[in-house]
T-cell receptor, first 112, second 109 residues
Framework: IAGITQAPTSQILAAGRRMTLRCTQD?????MYWYRQDLGLGLRLIHY???????GKGEVPDGYSVSRANTDDFPLTLASAVPSQTSVYFC???????????FGDGTRLSIL | GQNIDQPTEMTATEGAIVQINCTYQ??????LFWYQQHAGEAPTFLSY??LDGLEEKGRFSSFLSRSKGYSYLLLKELQMKDSASYLC??????????WGAGTKLIIKP
């Protein structure tokens, strides 16, 4: 079934540890995005990529990094996790920048 | 700054009609999206408006007035499965989506 796969589904992590959230899509979409969703707040864009080989910073990029080596994969790395990064992380993709975005099932991350 | 406002929570009765409003102030406008998100799940795309007027898609319709910075999502013949959060998002001049916090819709029998 075509779509976006995120891994892991959930994770508990000690503060200071490094963590990579994985995101893979098989729809050959050009654009990919990482969001975090916190209670009472709208989705906030962390990083995005309009096409393979390019990335850009969103609203809340500090403490996170991304890479886009190919069309399908868009991993998000927390270099040194802090408790304020506890959140639900969603990866999304779209055919183009102004097209509807399709979301993965999310990763629930708790930093202790 | 950029801002999307929508009610935090609404309650409606099964079989009825409900209108969820969204007002926005953004730097530029390249379209407005509505998404549905069931608890613990991913958002799913419902509708897209870029021109003024009403877009109808089955039981769901979405309206846009760009001059007023206003949109609404209209849900007809409500079903229990429509209980979810409804997210309004505006695409700004940089083609980035600015999201509202969502409206939690509770359907009562």
């Amino acid at each position: 079934i075509a779509g976006i796969t995120q891994a892991p589904t959930s994770q508990i992590l000690a503060a200071g540890r490094r963590m990579t959230l994985r995101c893979t899509q098989d729809m050959r979409h050009n654009a990919m995005y990482w969001y975090r969703q916190d209670l009472g707040l709208g989705l906030r864009l962390i990083h995005y990529s309009n096409t393979a080989g390019t990335t850009g910073k969103g609203e809340v990029p500090d403490g996170y990094s991304v890479s886009r080596a190919n069309t399908d994969d868009f991993p998000l790395t927390l270099a040194s996790a802090v408790p304020s990064q506890t959140s639900v992380y969603f990866c999304a993709s779209s055919e183009g920048a102004n097209q509807p975005q399709h979301f993965g099932d999310g990763t629930r991350l708790s930093i202790l | 700054g950029q801002n999307i406002d929508q009610p935090t929570e609404m309650t409606a009765t099964e079989g009825a009609i409900v209108q969820i409003n969204c007002t926005y102030q953004t730097s530029g406008f390249n379209g407005l999206f509505w998404y549905q998100q069931h608890a613990g799940e991913a958002p799913t795309f419902l509708s897209y408006n870029v021109l003024d007027g009403l877009e109808e898609k089955g039981r769901f319709s979405s309206f846009l007035s760009r001059s007023k910075g206003y949109s609404y999502l209209l849900l007809k013949e409500l079903q229990m499965k429509d209980s979810a959060s409804y997210l309004c998002a505006v695409m700004d001049s940089n083609y980035q989506l600015i999201w509202g916090a969502g409206t939690k819709l509770i359907i009562k029998p």
